[in-house]
C-alpha cells in the first residue's frame, strides 16, 4: 500500500517497501495522530515483515493493533 509522503507544496504516494525502517518506524510511532490509519498500518505491516524494531512497535503497543 502507498503511504503518502508530505514534500512542501506537494503530496505523493510512496509504496511502503521503498522507505526505510526507520521512516516507517516515525510513521508508525511518531506520526500516528496526523497520518491516516492506513498509512500506520502498511508501516507497521511493512516492518513486521522486514522484522524490524519490532521491540518499538511492541512497546507502544501498536503490534496488537492489527
Known amino acids: 500500500?502507498?503511504?503518502t509522503v508530505s514534500i512542501p507544496t506537494r503530496?505523493?504516494?510512496t509504496?511502503?517497501?521503498t522507505l526505510s525502517s526507520r521512516?516507517?518506524?516515525a510513521?508508525?510511532?511518531t506520526e500516528?495522530?496526523?497520518k491516516s490509519s492506513?498509512?500506520?498500518q502498511s508501516a507497521i505491516v511493512e516492518l513486521q515483515t522486514r522484522r524490524h524494531y519490532l521491540k518499538e512497535l511492541a512497546a507502544e503497543g501498536?503490534?496488537?493493533e492489527l
Do not use: E, F, H, Q
Request: charged share 10%; glycine share 4%; hydrophobic share 50%.
Open 1 to 3: 500500500m502507498p503511504i
Open 11 to 13: 503530496s505523493t504516494g
Open 15 to 17: 509504496p511502503a517497501s
Open 23 to 25: 521512516k516507517l518506524l
Open 27 to 29: 510513521i508508525a510511532v
Open 32 to 34: 500516528t495522530r496526523s
Open 38 to 40: 492506513i498509512d500506520v
Open 62 to 64: 501498536l503490534l496488537n
